[in-house]
């Protein structure tokens, strides 16, 4: 990890917990807003980054996240699947059906090679008792809500 390969870095820092509105801002889809925060502007929804710092910060609270799991529709079959624990082991299920089980080396993240089905796909990570679950839908085209849309993203610099 970066911190690790520069023990002369003797602190670590979030640039922001939150998004957060910045009017001239237009950019990321959403005019006014900066959407760098660990948590939505709404404070609903932690982000994939949210999980991944607690992964490296937070040792007492043990955890499982499966990171992506907004990114709902997908069209290629060949997937990596991501988790976020501070877990030493995790499994990955696949429909029911285990895909493996990996070990902790160095960093809370643990990555999982998946071929999707057509329609539906179930995951669940485990780590002993502690469980999380997401849903990936195979589709054949690229679902609308996630082709960028070209606008003018001039602001004032």
Same mark, same amino acid.
């Given at each position: 990890?970066?911190f690790?390969?520069?023990? &002369? +870095?003797?602190?670590?820092?979030?640039?922001n917990?939150?998004?957060f509105?910045?009017?001239?801002r237009?950019?990321g889809?959403?005019?006014? +807003?900066n959407?760098k925060?660990?948590?939505?502007f709404?404070?609903?929804t932690k982000?994939? %980054?949210?999980? !991944?710092?607690?992964?490296?910060?937070? *040792?007492?609270d043990?955890?499982v996240?499966?990171?992506?799991?907004?990114?709902? =529709?997908?069209?290629?079959?060949n997937?990596?699947? /991501? #988790?976020h624990?501070?877990r %030493?082991?995790? %499994? !990955?299920?696949h429909?029911?059906? !285990?895909?493996?089980?990996k070990?902790?080396?160095?960093?809370?993240?643990?990555k &999982?090679?998946?071929? !999707? $089905?057509?329609?539906e796909n179930? &995951?669940e $990570?485990?780590?002993?008792?502690? /469980?999380?679950n997401a849903?990936?839908?195979? /589709?054949?085209?690229?679902?609308?809500? =996630?082709?960028?849309? *070209? #606008?003018d993203?001039?602001?004032? +610099?």
């Open positions: 990890n970066f690790e390969k520069r023990p &002369f +870095m003797w602190a670590t820092h979030v640039w917990m939150f998004d509105a910045a009017d001239a237009n950019q889809g959403e005019p006014g +807003m959407h925060g660990l948590v939505t709404d404070r609903k982000k994939d %980054s949210f999980y !991944l710092y607690k992964a490296y910060w937070n *040792k007492k043990p955890f996240y499966i990171a992506g799991k907004r990114f709902v =529709y997908r069209k290629k079959a997937q990596e699947i /991501t #988790v624990s501070n %030493s082991e995790v %499994s !990955l299920y429909n029911g059906q !285990l895909v493996d089980t070990k902790q080396e160095g960093k809370p993240v643990f &999982f090679k998946v071929s !999707l $089905v057509d329609g179930k &995951f $990570v485990r780590s002993g008792a502690l /469980t999380d849903v990936i839908c195979k /589709t054949n085209e690229p679902h609308p809500e =996630y082709v960028v849309q *070209k #606008v993203t001039k602001n004032w +610099m």
